[in-house]
């Protein structure tokens, strides 16, 4: 299968977009129950991290062709993050977060989701990339 450029255009756009949710779900960097499960990966400071991420995807939405490296940072970037998720789900209970705060129970559901499924997206635009030299 083969996706056309711009479509995947449409795909870092979006990888951008769902970063930026970080906003919604930390109710603006308030959110003290994200915060409280996993403070070094989700202090305030890596969520705006998380939301700089986020920038650099839309930054290259229409220029990925002419930085193929650093598409394949950004897939390493969401290996990174996938695999924290999953070691953070296999050691808490997310029906702990999810008494404590909802927004912050779904976001622990699937901020993993999203960062294995963009890793799986820009590792095949990175080996497209590499295919078309």
Same mark, same amino acid.
């Given at each position: 299968?083969?996706?056309?450029?711009?479509?995947?255009?449409?795909?870092?756009?979006?990888?951008?977009?769902?970063?930026?949710?970080?906003?919604?779900?930390?109710?603006?960097?308030?959110?003290?129950?994200?915060?409280?499960?996993?403070?070094?990966?989700m202090s305030n400071f890596?969520?705006?991290?998380?939301?700089?991420?986020?920038?650099?995807?839309?930054?290259?939405?229409?220029? @990925?062709?002419?930085?193929?490296?650093?598409?394949?940072?950004?897939a390493i970037e969401k290996?990174?993050?996938?695999?924290?998720?999953?070691?953070?789900?296999?050691?808490?209970?997310?029906?702990?977060?999810?008494?404590?705060?909802?927004?912050?129970?779904?976001?622990?559901?699937?901020?993993?989701?999203?960062?294995?499924? @963009?890793?799986?997206?820009?590792?095949?635009?990175?080996?497209?990339?590499?295919?078309?030299?």
């Amino acid at each position: 299968m083969t996706i056309n450029n711009k479509l995947i255009s449409k795909g870092f756009i979006l990888a951008g977009v769902m970063n930026s949710s970080v906003l919604l779900f930390s109710r603006g960097f308030t959110n003290k129950t994200i915060n409280a499960y996993d403070p070094d990966v989700m202090s305030n400071f890596g969520m705006l991290m998380i939301l700089i991420w986020g920038l650099a995807y839309i930054s290259i939405a229409y220029r @990925f062709k002419n930085v193929k490296w650093l598409v394949a940072v950004f897939a390493i970037e969401k290996l990174i993050y996938g695999c924290v998720w999953l070691q953070w789900m296999m050691t808490n209970d997310i029906g702990n977060v999810y008494k404590e705060d909802k927004m912050a129970g779904i976001f622990y559901s699937i901020y993993g989701l999203n960062d294995w499924l @963009f890793c799986v997206f820009f590792l095949y635009v990175f080996i497209r990339l590499l295919k078309q030299q």
